[in-house]
């Protein structure tokens, strides 16, 4: 039987400044997927090239010489992240929630969806 090895992408976020709570770096949230895919070995030659940073007023860019990830800088989103110029993740998590309506919000409901609930995303 052959063991196939699997493929995880991790997500960390970390506070960028110091605050009352928690120095800066300190972990906020953190979520691993594993991918539907197989994993292939990485040359660490790959990497060989310092990743260079690139920023406009509404998007941050880390390449390399295999890698490129563009972060949408208004709305924190991934934007594309490709490797060897093959995308991986097409769009980047969004917000996901819902609380469902309680007594004291059904006379608010539709005007909230109307004008504020779709807005965000």
């Given at each position: 039987m052959e063991v196939k090895p699997l493929t995880y992408i991790h997500f960390s976020v970390q506070l960028a400044k110091d605050t009352e709570w928690a120095p800066a770096?300190?972990?906020?949230?953190?979520?691993?997927?594993?991918?539907?895919?197989?994993?292939?070995?990485?040359?660490?030659?790959?990497?060989?090239?310092?990743?260079?940073?690139?920023?406009?007023?509404?998007?941050?860019?880390?390449?390399?010489?295999?890698?490129?990830?563009?972060?949408?800088?208004?709305?924190?989103?991934?934007?594309?992240?490709?490797?060897n110029d093959k995308k991986l993740i097409l769009d980047g998590p969004g917000l996901n929630f819902w609380r469902p309506p309680i007594d004291n919000d059904l006379y608010v409901v539709n005007d909230w969806k109307e004008k504020y609930f779709f807005y965000i995303l």
């Open positions: 770096g300190y972990e906020v949230a953190f979520a691993q997927f594993e991918l539907p895919v197989e994993a292939e070995v990485i040359d660490p030659d790959d990497y060989s090239t310092s990743p260079v940073v690139l920023q406009t007023h509404d998007s941050l860019t880390i390449k390399t010489n295999v890698f490129e990830g563009l972060f949408d800088k208004v709305t924190g989103r991934i934007s594309s992240y490709k490797y």
